[in-house]
């Protein structure tokens, strides 16, 4: 069992950056692809951005550019760094993970996921 714990979502005017992290137990975490997806009010949860054991990323289209992914496997830790917001950004962000992961590049949607965390709202003030 692997459990996710996201940390460090809060309010930000758009143009700002915010970064939050994932916090995973598991003695694999290294060999996880971990994943960031988010969900804003009334809509679907959507793909933000995924990394795999070895550092390939993969990004939404709509975050291209402006999130970076990275992880610390000595910390068992995610992060997301969220620079250029926009009003639009504005949502629960959850991370994920999944054990099963083989592939070079990782999972761009959730369905692959075995772990979800309890996610934490990002808000951008326009």
């Known amino acids: 069992q692997v459990q996710l714990v996201e940390s460090g979502g809060g309010l930000v005017q758009a143009g700002g950056s915010l970064r939050v992290s994932c916090a995973a137990s598991?003695?694999?975490?290294?060999?996880?692809?971990m994943g960031w997806f988010r969900q804003a009010p009334g809509k679907e949860r959507e793909f933000v951005a995924a990394?795999?054991?070895?550092?390939?990323?993969v990004y939404a289209d709509s975050v291209k550019g402006r999130f970076t992914i990275s992880r610390d496997n000595a910390k068992n830790t995610v992060y997301l760094q969220m620079n250029s917001l926009k009003p639009e950004d504005t949502a629960v962000y959850y991370c994920?993970?999944?054990?099963?992961?083989?592939?070079?590049?990782?999972?761009?949607?959730?369905?692959?996921?075995?772990?979800w965390g309890q996610g934490t709202q990002v808000t951008v003030s326009s």
């Open positions: 994920a993970a999944d054990q099963k992961y083989s592939g070079t590049y990782p999972p761009a949607r959730p369905g692959p996921y075995d772990y």
């Open positions: 598991g003695r694999t975490f290294s060999s996880y692809a």
């Open positions: 990394i795999s054991w070895s550092g390939s990323t």
